[in-house]
Every structure is written in C-alpha cells, then in structure tokens.
C-alpha cells in the first residue's frame, strides 16, 4: 500500500497527485466520484457509465413531468438567451 498526500486549500480544493491522476485514467475536466462506505472509509474512483440505463437517475427527478416541446424550449432559451451580467 502506498500513501500519497495532498493539501486542502481554504476553498476545499484539492489537486490530486499526478500519480494518482495517472493510476485512475483521469484527464482534464474527469469527473471523480468520492464513496464513503459503511464503515467510514472514502474511496476515490472514476464513475462510468456503461450504459444508458445506467446514468438512470444521475440528473435527479423533475417535480412534473414536460413535454417534449417544453423541454426543447427550455434548451434553446439556456443555449441562446442573452446572458445577463451580475
């Protein structure tokens, strides 16, 4: 077993090890997953998604459903509504 250390910033930031980066397959912009088992422990791990059926879930649940239409509104507004600065 090896141990490889990282600093948290003030901001929760941690850079992951290069070796460990190297280990897990990640590349810029991976997404990593922490899972904290039952005994307390914390495992990092890459997720996949296989399958379709699989990301199942993944975005959480609408309170109503939409239509089709509904949903290709929203998508358009979110890509070409002007932006507004804050």
């Known amino acids: 077993m090896k141990e490889i250390t990282a600093t948290l910033t003030s901001k929760g930031q941690v850079t992951i090890p290069a070796e460990v980066r190297a280990h897990l397959g990640l ?3 991976d997404k990593i997953a922490f ?4 005994s307390g422990n914390v ?3 890459v997720p ?6 699989s ?3 993944a975005a ?27």
């Open 27 to 29: 590349k810029t912009h």
């Open 35 to 38: 899972v904290i088992d039952e």
């Open 43 to 45: 495992q990092l791990r």
């Open 48 to 53: 996949h998604y296989p399958t379709l059926a």
């Open 55 to 57: 990301l199942r879930g």
């Open 60 to 86: 959480g649940k609408l309170e109503h459903p939409l239509s089709w239409e509904a949903m290709r509104q929203i998508a358009y507004e979110d890509r070409f509504a002007p932006r507004q600065a804050k």
